[in-house]
């Protein structure tokens, strides 16, 4: 340890270290991308924010929408070791960053919504407290950026990426409360009216909505190579009356008799192929 600094702190010190560039633009803001529609220890993912009032990480939930692997020795865990220098080796699970991505796109549907077709989109001053990398922590990256250090965005806008993938990911330090840290969730149209609508009601920060993913079967069958025939054929036998939406694949999840990694696969065919064409303009906002 250094000096009796927070795990949080020492973490920032290291990435900063490691970051170059100048500050990133005040506007642009840090998203976590989630589906709102799953569950965390048996119950609706946002009744369990409802009541613990903070976002987890997935050391503390066991869940999440990439690889599990949240854990002492797990892939997770190594590269956190790496990144922030040992910094959380030795830290309990809370107190570990959360992940999302900078929207430096501008995306209506979330910076990274390979994660999901919701996201919180995080006040301004939370990303001081954050630290970003390119690309994904996945591929072990060697570029880092803080907010007063960022040379991370021309170093994305310069590569030629998969829409999926083309996030700068984000990892935010310290507790990230709904009633403060986050300025509103914007939700999928599809959820409108639903058990998920009445659930997000429960939470003390804004509800927007964007204009929302819709994939047709016919647009979906077009593209098979991209996560296999099989997820294709299983996209089409989900959808209701020749489509697919989020809440459409939130019901199957919830029936537990799809394998989840293939919902996921599914899932990233509507995010690719049925993101809305307005996904560059401004949430629809209102509760």
């Not at 956190?80 to 992940?99: K, L, T």
Request: glycine share 10%.
């Amino acid at each position: 340890m250094t000096g009796g600094a927070s795990p949080q702190e020492r973490a920032l010190r290291h990435v900063t270290a490691l970051s170059s560039g100048e500050p990133l633009d005040s506007w642009l803001r840090v998203m976590l991308n989630f589906h709102p529609d799953r569950l965390v220890r048996d119950r609706p993912i946002l009744l369990v924010l409802a009541d613990d009032g903070v976002y987890h990480s997935q050391f503390v939930t066991g869940t999440g929408n990439g690889g599990l692997t949240a854990h002492p020795g797990g892939d997770r865990w190594r590269w956190e070791s790496r990144i922030f220098g040992g910094a959380y080796d030795q830290a309990p699970a809370h107190e570990r960053p959360v992940y999302g991505a900078l929207n430096f796109r501008g995306k209506t549907v979330g910076a990274a919504p390979r994660f999901g077709s919701a996201h919180f989109r995080l006040a301004a001053d939370t990303g001081f407290r954050a630290t970003f990398c390119y690309p994904d922590s996945f591929f072990e990256p060697s570029a880092f950026g803080v907010a007063s250090r960022m040379a991370l965005i021309d170093l994305a806008e310069a590569d030629d990426q998969d829409a999926l993938d083309d996030y700068i990911e984000a990892q935010v330090h310290g507790p990230v409360r709904l009633d403060r840290d986050v300025e509103a969730l914007v939700l999928d149209p599809s959820h409108r009216g639903t058990a998920v609508h009445a659930a997000a009601l429960r939470l003390p920060c804004a509800i927007e909505w964007h204009d929302g993913f819709r994939l047709s079967v016919d647009h979906l069958r077009c593209h098979a190579d991209y996560r296999g025939q099989e997820h294709i054929d299983l996209g089409a036998a989900l959808a209701v009356d020749g489509f697919l939406d989020p809440r459409i694949l939130g019901e199957a999840a919830a029936i537990g008799r799809y394998d989840p990694q293939a919902l996921k696969k599914v899932w990233h065919c509507l995010a690719r192929f049925g993101a809305p064409s307005g996904a560059g303009t401004d949430c629809l906002a209102h509760r």
